[in-house]
């Protein structure tokens, strides 16, 4: 029985040391009723947003709940400033003027009591004259936020 169950642990762990090398490319994710695509690996799953007109985008890369959320704003507020994002908790704040007409990159950390670390991404770019809003929800690791962070950098208008 010792033997089954140490055979069992090494396929277990020989099936992961294989996933882990595996990487898939990044495909186009198209995002019809915004007339966008994004750039995502893996199985990705796509629901409308219950409110506005945008969608949540699940991916496993974003590990555990966390989500994309893409729309396209009617009235967009001006972002946060890092001053009030710190204020709020978050550090690791980087507010970027991405200099074209008021397109945004704000990236933040909030520690949580029983989580830890938790990673966001906002982004409001103008693409083909809409202003498009792509954020994150709380993502867990440094690597899921980059994930994050290279979808909503790569919207673009579908073609």
Known sequence: MIAVKHALVFLAVLGCSKS???TETARPVALPKLGLTLDLAGKTAINDESYGNGYEIRNP????GAALHV???QNPEPPETKQE??????????VTDQGSGGDWLITSERADMTMGAKFFVITLRTIDGKIV???STAVLTAAA???????CSSLRTTR
């Open 85 to 94: 994002l710190e204020a709020a908790g978050f550090t690791n704040v980087v």
């Open 145 to 151: 936020h980059q994930t994050a962070l290279a979808a």
């Open 71 to 73: 729309a396209v704003l």
């Open 61 to 64: 890369a974003f590990g555990g």
């Open 20 to 22: 882990a090398q595996h």
């Open 133 to 135: 809003n792509c954020r």
